[in-house]
């Protein structure tokens, strides 16, 4: 059985500080969504937060961290369990690779 999107109530959402991750972070908050925004411009992520959470009245964290960083799973998820949040949805929208092969960037 799927939810509903307005049935969740928080989102994780990766490269968050700018394009498709901005635009998805905005659009989950304008859902009333609260958030966890993750890149690695704190200033930039912090702005964006301030932002959506005063036009939205949402809860929106900020974490910064280098995903591009070999096994940054587990800081993550670390920094994430400290702020009490329950993620229901991922947007994992930073960087791009290929499993396996020799091409990343984050």
């Known amino acids: 059985m799927t939810k509903a999107l ?3 109530r928080t989102a994780l959402i990766t490269g968050a500080s700018s394009g498709i991750g901005e635009a998805f972070a905005e659009a989950l908050a304008r859902q009333g969504m609260d958030l966890i925004l993750v890149a690695r411009s704190q200033e930039r992520l912090e702005e964006i937060a301030g ?6 009245d949402r809860r929106v964290e900020v974490i910064s961290a280098d995903l591009s960083k070999s096994t940054p799973g587990a800081a993550l998820l670390k920094k994430v369990q400290a702020l009490e949040m329950e ?8 960087g791009f690779g290929m499993a396996g092969g020799n091409f990343h960037q984050g």
Do not use: F, H, I, K
């Open 87 to 94: 993620v229901d949805v991922l947007v994992n929208n930073a």
């Open 51 to 56: 932002r959506l959470a005063l036009t939205y």
């Open 6 to 8: 307005g049935s969740y």
